[in-house]
């Protein structure tokens, strides 16, 4: 049974870090792409971050959402089947449930990871980490 598990959330004040992971079992990681997304109280879930499996012209390639830019960053490990998401000058409005997600990417192709890609399906969900940011 293909599973996602977050962990590394918690409670921290503005401009600290924290960096969360998510852990697969039940299915190889290393032909997903993994998203994580985010929802806070009262608003709609969102992507933050993506970063595509590691094969074809463009393997491993990372996008952001404009809330992630220059504070977020996401890289994977296949072999410890852990894809890593750290957060930098965490700010109050980063309060939300985060979770992970994969989708297939293939074999020999890569996910072509972008803003579009937050709105289409992806096939395992995790069950999100709660993140606090106090001002």
């Known amino acids: 049974q293909a599973q996602l598990a977050e962990s590394g959330g918690g409670s921290v004040q503005a401009g600290n870090s924290l960096a969360l992971s998510c852990t697969a079992s039940?299915?190889?990681?290393?032909?997903?792409?993994i998203g994580w997304f985010r929802q806070a109280p009262g608003k709609e879930r969102e992507g933050v971050a993506c970063?595509?499996?590691?094969?074809?012209?463009?393997?491993?390639?990372?996008h952001y959402t404009d809330s992630a830019k220059g504070r977020f960053s996401v890289s994977r490990d296949d072999r410890k089947r852990t894809v890593h998401l750290q957060m930098n000058s965490l700010e109050p409005e980063d309060t939300a449930v985060y979770y992970c997600?994969?989708?297939?990417?293939?074999?020999?192709?890569?996910?072509?990871?972008?803003?579009?890609?937050?709105?289409?399906?992806?096939?395992?969900w995790g069950q999100g980490t709660q993140v606090t940011v106090s001002s």
């Open positions: 039940g299915f190889t990681l290393d032909y997903y792409a």
């Open positions: 970063i595509s499996n590691n094969a074809g012209n463009n393997a491993g390639n990372t």
């Open positions: 997600a994969a989708v297939w990417g293939g074999l020999y192709t890569n996910y072509d990871c972008s803003d579009h890609s937050f709105g289409r399906p992806w096939d395992y």
